[in-house]
């Protein structure tokens, strides 16, 4: 029996990246705009907000929003890993004129994943956070799953 190669209708082009506590997750390359690694000094906190915003930065001339994004799915915050390094890694997703800055910790790769290997997840113990961006998790034999995330339902999120 031969298996045929998935067409390429169907592969979908992903950011890979990893969140607090070794979960793998990716992001669908439509939305993405640019990956930054900023300073801490570049972050100014705001007060009174969702924990897991982080705070603004500038991002050529205009305020960009930073999000936490681990702590904002109900992982470990970033600030609670001491950040290992000086320095962050940040995805900007953009959409509808809407750009928000996603503090991961810590980027990998581009990759071609076929969307029929994307499975739905049925997890009870999901965040509501997570279950409103999730689109299922894609698994490559003897890795953990990479849960696939939407920009689009983030950025529509009600942070």
Known sequence: MSVSAPSPECLQQFLRFQLPGHTQAMLPTQHLTEILNLSLSQIIPIPDVNPAMMGVCNWRGEVLWLLDLGAWLG?????????????????????????????????????????????????????????????????????????????????????
């Open 75 to 159: 992982l470990e915050p970033l600030y609670q890993q001491s950040l290992r390094q000086a320095k962050l890694s940040v995805i900007l997703i953009s959409h509808q004129g809407q750009t928000l800055g996603l503090g991961v910790d810590q980027v990998a790769q581009m990759l071609w994943c076929d969307e029929g290997q994307i499975q739905p997840l049925t997890n009870p113990k999901a965040t509501p956070e997570l279950t409103h961006c999730l689109q299922g998790y894609w698994s490559v034999l003897g890795e953990d799953p990479v849960l696939v995330l939407n920009g689009e339902s983030i950025l529509n999120a009600q942070i």
